[in-house]
């Protein structure tokens, strides 16, 4: 009987001793989550949101950090955003706000409870409270490198000891490229799909290192979850379950887009008349002035914007922007025009072969529009030779 109570008593002893211990090391009386949002049905969503949730106890707050803030009204805002000299900044809200209206998007909510110390919390806390300040917070955004949850990670990675090493959470072998296309075809933006690789360059296909896949919000909070070194999530759980989604795939596709127009021009060429002749004269005409206007758009994003990204863009070896000169005289008589519709051909020809082996991965649903251009710029040669001809006889 002496051996239980004594042993009891160790016991009772040993439980306060912890409760004790665990209350002083949490003195801080802040919680700090992250909070992982999936995406919803608009572009700018498509790939998630990461934001951190603090819960003071001291002050009576629960408040959200997003650093994911932009403002429409900005002086100049669409010039910004094209040249990449956007300013985003962290915003606060009240916890209950920033649910409701994720709910309100159906979107999803996942909150990780994140172990730090008490003194790391006041640390991590003074922090944002310094960073939401009007002088310090603005930032220059970046998609790949500085955005709303690279800049989490940086707050976590800085601020626990040891410093967690987050896994990777992607294959070692995927691209910046692969990573958005997988969002871009699991949400069926195919349109959204074709003009992001248009615009986007060579560097979209460099393999991301471990850190780099983290600018995804769901990479980073799985990650989170995996640390090898540490224990950096000591709870997790979901907000809000995401419901069901209304996206429905789409039949018309830039595929079939651009499928269809060659079907077009393959139809009007079987008329041998007049009216379907000059027809096809001003299509030609007007297909190589848009393909020349699209390339005059990828020079300036290459040379005059501060997007990484957008530079060393192979998508220019088909959409030349002389095309936009050449529109004008695809059917003059002229050895000049003649001599640069063949190498126009035979550089077209040589792309179509290495389409596969090229640095930067293009879009298949250019593949028509390539071989449409091909066969105008050849058709120019046989009508200039058939007038020539006339005019010699």
């Not at 915003?91 to 309100?104: L, P, S, T």
């Not at 003074?126 to 709303?148: G, P, Q, S, T, V």
């Not at 990204?309 to 936009?324: F, S």
Request: overall charge positive; hydrophobic content about 45%.
């Amino acid at each position: 009987m002496k051996n239980i109570f004594l042993r009891f008593l160790f016991i009772s002893i040993t439980t306060i001793f912890q409760i004790s211990s665990a209350a002083a090391q949490d003195s801080s009386r802040i919680k700090i989550s992250l909070l992982t949002c999936t995406p919803g049905e608009e572009l700018y969503s498509t790939f998630g949101h990461s934001a951190l949730r603090v819960i003071d106890s001291n002050s009576v707050t629960d408040h959200v950090y997003n650093f994911g803030t932009f403002n429409f009204d900005d002086a100049g805002f669409y010039l910004k955003f094209v040249r990449g000299h956007l300013r985003y900044y962290v915003n606060v809200e009240e916890f209950q706000d920033f649910k409701f209206g994720y709910i309100a998007e159906n979107r999803g909510i996942t909150e990780q409870d994140l172990n730090f110390t008490a003194a790391e919390k006041i640390i991590i806390h003074r922090a944002l409270i310094e960073n939401k300040k009007e002088e310090n917070k603005f930032y220059m955004y970046d998609f790949f490198f500085d955005n709303c949850t690279t800049r989490l990670r940086d707050i976590l990675v800085k601020y626990h000891q040891p410093k967690p090493l987050l896994p990777a959470v992607m294959p070692t072998t995927y691209t910046f490229r692969n990573a958005i296309h997988q969002y871009l075809d699991g949400n069926n933006m195919l349109w959204s799909k074709f003009g992001i690789d248009i615009l986007l360059g060579a560097p979209t296909d460099a393999v991301m290192t471990i850190s780099q896949q983290q600018f995804l919000p769901e990479n980073l909070m799985k990650a989170v979850d995996s640390t090898k070194n540490t224990e950096l999530v000591s709870s997790s759980k979901n907000l809000y379950v995401l419901g069901e989604s209304n996206t429905k795939k789409s039949f018309f596709t830039p595929l079939v887009l651009f499928a269809s127009v060659l079907l077009v021009f393959v139809l009007l060429s079987l008329f041998k008349n007049t009216i379907t002749q000059n027809i096809l004269k001003l299509l030609d005409s007007f297909l190589f002035f848009s393909v020349g206007l699209l390339g005059l758009l990828l020079v300036f994003m290459w040379v005059g914007t501060a997007h990484i990204m957008t530079k060393n863009n192979y998508n220019l070896l088909w959409a030349w922007p002389i095309h936009i000169v050449y529109a004008f005289f695809i059917y003059k008589s002229s050895r000049g025009v003649k001599t640069y519709s063949m190498l126009l051909c035979i550089f077209l020809v040589l792309l179509l072969c290495s389409w596969f082996f090229l640095a930067q991965k293009m879009n298949n649903a250019l593949l028509p529009l390539i071989v449409l251009m091909i066969w105008r710029a050849a058709s120019s040669i046989k009508t200039k030779q058939k007038t020539t001809e006339l005019q010699n006889t």
